[in-house]
C-alpha cells in the first residue's frame, strides 16, 4: 500500500508543507500549502492553519525546527566510530558552549571520517524541543524526524549526481538567511545570518515594498545583498582559516527572498559565483497533480518537499528525536489499534471455530447414519455373515466372490465358464429340433434342463446329441410328460458334469 508523507518544514517566517504518496519508483505530490506566521497572528495559529490545509493526513511527519534556534559546533573527535563519538559528544561540548550540557539535545554528521574525525555538532534546548513538539502534537502532528530547516534540502542536492562535490546553500527568508557549505560532499558548516530580505518581496504589481508602503529603490536591495554577501564571504573564510579551505563551486539559492528576479544577478556578481535556483519539482522521481502544480512555488516550497523527501541515512541530516523525545516504534504508537484489531480478529476466529465445530458435528452424525445404513444393507443382502467388521470392505470380496462364480464354472476340474458350456449345448441340440428351453440350473455337480418340445422321439434326439459331450459324463431323462391342453412333451433332462 503506498505510505503518504508530509514534509513540514518551519522557519522564522513561514510554515510549509508538502504531502507525498510514495510509489516504487518516486513519488507524487498529492498537496502543498503555506501560511505566514506574521499574517496567521504567531507560530500556533499558523500551525493551525496549515494542519487544517493538510486535514487529509499521513502516515508520516517529518519536520524542521528553524536554523536559528540551533547552536553548532566543528570539532575534532579522536575516533571514527558513530558510537563513540555520540558517547563522548557531550562532554567534548561541555566547555566550548554556554550552556549546561545536560540542558541539550545533541545530534552531529561526519565531515570527514578518519583517526582524527572532524564533525559538525548541531545542539538544541530541550526545553525548546519540548515546546516546539508541544505545539506540534497539539494540531495531531507527531513527527518521526525532526531535522534543521534547509539541511534536507542540501541533502536533496548531495544525492544528485550533477551538483559539483564543494557547493553553498542560501536559504533567504524576509529576516534570515540560512547559509549551508558542503565539502567533498558532506555537509561541513551551517550558519543563520540576520538579514533584511523584506526588501525583496515582491507585491502583486510586481514591484517591492517596504515596511511603510514606499517603493524600494534598487540602491536598497543592493546595498541589502551587499551585506548578505558581505557575512557569507566571512563566514567562509573564518572557516577557512580555522578548519579547511572553502571554496564552494556553486551558490543554490531558495526561499521567499529568492524570488526577486535581481537577486541571482547580484548574488553571482557579489559573490564572484555561479548562482543556481533550485526546483526540486524537476526531479525525474517527482509527477505533481494539475491542482498542486497550479498553486507551487519553488522558493517558497522546495524546503517543504525535500522534508518530505529526506533520506534518513546518518550523515545527511540531523535528528533531534532522542533520548526522551525519541520516536515510540510504530507498534507501539498504534498500540490502541492494535489490540482493537486483535479482539476483533479473535471473535472472528471463534465464530469461524464455532462454525467448523457444528459443521464437523454434522457431518460425524451424517457419517455415522450412513455406516449404521451401509451395516443394514450388509446384513440384508449376506444373512449368513455373523460378524461385520469392515462392511464395505466385506460386501467388496463378496461381490468378488459372486462375479467369479457367475464367470467360472463350478468344480476344482472345470477350465471353461457357463458361456463354454451354455454354447456347447446349443450347438449340439438339433436346429431342426422344436424345442423350447423353460430353464437352465447350473450346480456343482449337474446341469438341470426343463423345457418343451413336439414329440417324445425329439426328446431322445436331444439326449443322444448331447451324451458325446466332454462337459458331461451322463445325459439322464428325468421326465417325459404328454401336456394334453398344449399337445407337447413336457421334459426335464439332468447332465451329469464331467469328473476327472
Not at 522557519?11 to 513519488?27: F, I, P, W
Not at 538579514?195 to 515582491?202: I, S
Not at 465358464?417 to 423353460?438: H, M, N, W
Request: net charge negative; with cysteine.
Amino acid at each position: 500500500m503506498p505510505e503518504r508523507i508530509i514534509g513540514l518544514d518551519i522557519n522564522a517566517d513561514a510554515v510549509s508543507a508538502v504531502q507525498l504518496t510514495s510509489r516504487v519508483k518516486g513519488y507524487e505530490v498529492t498537496a502543498c500549502g503555506r501560511v505566514a506566521i506574521e499574517e496567521a497572528g504567531g507560530m500556533e495559529a499558523g500551525l493551525k492553519a496549515l494542519a487544517e490545509q493538510m486535514a487529509s493526513g499521513a502516515d508520516t511527519w517529518v519536520t524542521t525546527l528553524p536554523g536559528e534556534q540551533v547552536s553548532y559546533r566543528n570539532l575534532r573527535m579522536p575516533f571514527k566510530d558513530n558510537k563513540k563519538i555520540r558517547q563522548t559528544l557531550a562532554y567534548e561540548l561541555e566547555t566550548i558552549v554556554p550552556f549546561p550540557v545536560e540542558d541539550l539535545i545533541v545530534d552531529f554528521t561526519m565531515i570527514e571520517e578518519s583517526e582524527q574525525s572532524e564533525i559538525l555538532a548541531a545542539a538544541v534546548s530541550r526545553a525548546r524541543i519540548s515546546a516546539h513538539l508541544s505545539r506540534l502534537a497539539a494540531n495531531g502532528i507527531d513527527p518521526e524526524v525532526l531535522d534543521i530547516s534547509g539541511v534536507p534540502t542540501v541533502s536533496w542536492l548531495l544525492r544528485r549526481h550533477d551538483s559539483p562535490d564543494d557547493g553553498l546553500f542560501l536559504a533567504m527568508g524576509r529576516t534570515h538567511c540560512t547559509m549551508i557549505l558542503y565539502v567533498k560532499r558532506r555537509i561541513a558548516l551551517i550558519r543563520t545570518l540576520s538579514f533584511d530580505g523584506r526588501v525583496l518581496t515582491a507585491t502583486d504589481s510586481g514591484g517591492t515594498t517596504s515596511g511603510d508602503g514606499s517603493v524600494e529603490t534598487g540602491t536598497q536591495i543592493e546595498s541589502s545583498l551587499r551585506a548578505l554577501c558581505a557575512e557569507v564571504s566571512n563566514t567562509l573564510h573564518a572557516f577557512s582559516c580555522r578548519t579547511r579551505s572553502a571554496v564552494p563551486e556553486r551558490v543554490f539559492l531558495t526561499g521567499s527572498g529568492a524570488m526577486h528576479p535581481d537577486v541571482e544577478t547580484r548574488l553571482s556578481e557579489f559573490l564572484a559565483l555561479p548562482v543556481e535556483r533550485l526546483d526540486l519539482a524537476r526531479d525525474p522521481r517527482i509527477e505533481m497533480s494539475e491542482t498542486v502544480t497550479a498553486g507551487w512555488n519553488p522558493a517558497l516550497m522546495d524546503n517543504a518537499l525535500a522534508v518530505a523527501m529526506r533520506d534518513g541515512k546518518q550523515g545527511l541530516g540531523f535528528n533531534f528525536r532522542r533520548d526522551e523525545f525519541e520516536t515510540k516504534k510504530q507498534y507501539l504508537r498504534h498500540k490502541g489499534e492494535i489490540w482493537k484489531a486483535a479482539v476483533f480478529l479473535i471473535v472472528i476466529l471463534c465464530f469461524l471455530g464455532a462454525d467448523l465445530g457444528v459443521d464437523y458435528y454434522a457431518l460425524k452424525k451424517q457419517s455415522a447414519q450412513l455406516d449404521q445404513r451401509i451395516e443394514e444393507v450388509f446384513r440384508q443382502t449376506f444373512p449368513d455373515v455373523k460378524r461385520i467388521v469392515d462392511p464395505v470392505q466385506q460386501m467388496r470380496v463378496k461381490i468378488d466372490q459372486v462375479k467369479k462364480s457367475a464367470l467360472s464354472l463350478p468344480g476344482a476340474a472345470s477350465q471353461g465358464t457357463v458361456l463354454d458350456l451354455l454354447k456347447d449345448i446349443s450347438q449340439r441340440v438339433p436346429e431342426s429340433a422344436d424345442v423350447d428351453v423353460a430353464r437352465v440350473v447350473v450346480d456343482p455337480d449337474a446341469v438341470l434342463i426343463k423345457g418343451q418340445t413336439d414329440t417324445f422321439n425329439t426328446v431322445d434326439a436331444v439326449k443322444k446329441a448331447l451324451e458325446p459331450s466332454t462337459y458331461f459324463d451322463a445325459v439322464t431323462i428325468s421326465s417325459a410328460n404328454l401336456d394334453r391342453s398344449s399337445n407337447r412333451v413336457e421334459f426335464e433332462m439332468k447332465l451329469q458334469r464331467h469328473r476327472p
